[in-house]
């Protein structure tokens, strides 16, 4: 099992309506958990970060993490454009080296216009 | 926040020649520091990381290697090129504690031919 997965897409959306990105993790000791952004040809970005169970928002994105499963999720709301690009999960694994985040492969969205 | 400095943005060299990639971090003291490659359309491969001064650890042995001379400095070098080193050098850096982010730096673009 890897240790965080994630599905690689491309994930097509229709531009208005949620994206919904998954990922899941195999290191149940797991502490932080980060989303992050990352636009062709361009380094990643931080969209979200989250610590506790249950959801977080921040504008349009909603993150999600339920670690009795160990899932964590990314929605977008009222998706645009300008979301498409490749959506990776990280996460702060010590059974993995508590020094490093533990990174998945990403998933690539597309919104459609 | 902290801003990461890479230089230089894009690199042509041919197979064979020596690299040398400078990373800088502005905004922060003693932070864990990373090397990434991402090849084309792939995820992120973990290099090389440092907790400290002169401090490294490696994930892939290969022909590169990395120093951190100074606190806020990180440095990935190479003697001789291989086609296979093409690829996305990302810089990043991250606080100590489970819950900080990690912050990435531009970017170095480099092509072996």
């Known amino acids: 099992q890897k240790e965080v997965e994630q599905n690689s897409g491309p994930l097509s959306v229709p531009e208005g309506a949620i994206a919904s990105l998954n990922c899941t993790y195999s290191d149940r000791v797991s502490q932080s958990f980060f989303w992050y952004r990352q636009y062709s040809g361009k380094s990643p970005e931080l969209i979200m970060s989250?610590?506790?169970?249950g959801d977080k928002e921040d504008g349009r994105f909603t993150a999600q993490l339920n670690k009795a499963s160990q899932y964590v999720s990314l929605l977008i709301r009222d998706s645009q454009p300008s979301d498409s690009a490749t959506y990776l999960c990280?996460?702060?694994?010590?059974?993995?080296?508590?020094?490093?985040?533990?990174f998945g492969t990403g998933t690539r969205l597309t919104i459609i216009p | 926040s902290q801003t990461i400095h890479q230089w230089p943005a894009t690199l042509v060299q041919p197979v064979g020649s020596p690299l040398s990639l400078e990373c800088t971090v502005e905004g922060t003291s003693n932070p864990n520091l990373y090397w990434y490659r991402q090849a084309a359309g792939r995820g992120l491969q973990l290099l090389f990381y440092s907790v400290g001064i002169g401090q490294i650890s490696s994930e892939v042995p290969q022909n590169l290697s990395a120093s951190r001379p100074q606190d806020r400095q990180f440095i990935l070098s190479s003697k001789k090129l291989l086609l296979s080193d093409s690829g996305f050098y990302l810089c990043?850096?991250?606080?100590?504690?489970?819950?900080?982010?990690?912050?990435f730096g531009p970017g170095t673009r480099l092509t072996v031919l």
């Open positions: 990043a850096s991250r606080g100590l504690l489970a819950t900080d982010t990690q912050y």
């Open positions: 989250i610590y506790s169970n």
């Open positions: 990280a996460v702060n694994a010590p059974n993995f080296g508590n020094e490093k985040l533990t």
